[in-house]
Nanobody
Framework: QVQLVESGGGLVQAGGSLRLSCAAS????????MGWYRQAPGKQRDLVAT???????AYADSVKGRFTISRDNAKNTVYLQMNSLKPEDAAVYYC???????????WGQGTQVTVSS
């Protein structure tokens, strides 16, 4: 079992920036991929970005060039730097972890990001 603690959400004006953090603890030795999903009201939870232990990252097309995912393996923490935020980026952002085999995955409790136009 892995515990995930997210922070950094909040209210920002369109064009602004926010940085999300997610610290993992517990049975973390098997975790390979960390990342972020988001879910807006009435919509499905969608992938935002992921990063592997070796630093390979992937992004949703909608955030490429604006969001940057990074990871500190020593701190078991993943970050999401979000720049040039748009109202459509508003959602609950969930931290995500998965082991290398894909047999275990989990999400954090979520942190709200609100973008005013």
């Amino acid at each position: 079992q892995v515990q995930l603690v997210e922070s950094g959400g909040g209210l920002v004006q369109a064009g602004g920036s926010l940085r999300l953090s997610c610290a993992a603890s517990g049975n973390i030795f098997s975790i390979n991929t960390m990342g972020w999903y988001r879910q807006a009201p009435g919509k499905q939870r969608d992938l935002v970005a992921t990063i592997t232990r070796l630093g390979m990252s992937a992004y949703a097309d909608s955030v490429k060039g604006r969001f940057t995912i990074s990871r500190d393996n020593a701190k078991n923490t993943v970050y999401l730097q979000m720049n040039s935020l748009k109202p459509e980026d508003a959602a609950v952002y969930y931290c995500y972890v998965r082991n290398a085999l894909g047999t275990y995955e989990d999400w954090g409790q979520g942190t709200q990001v609100t973008v005013s136009s």
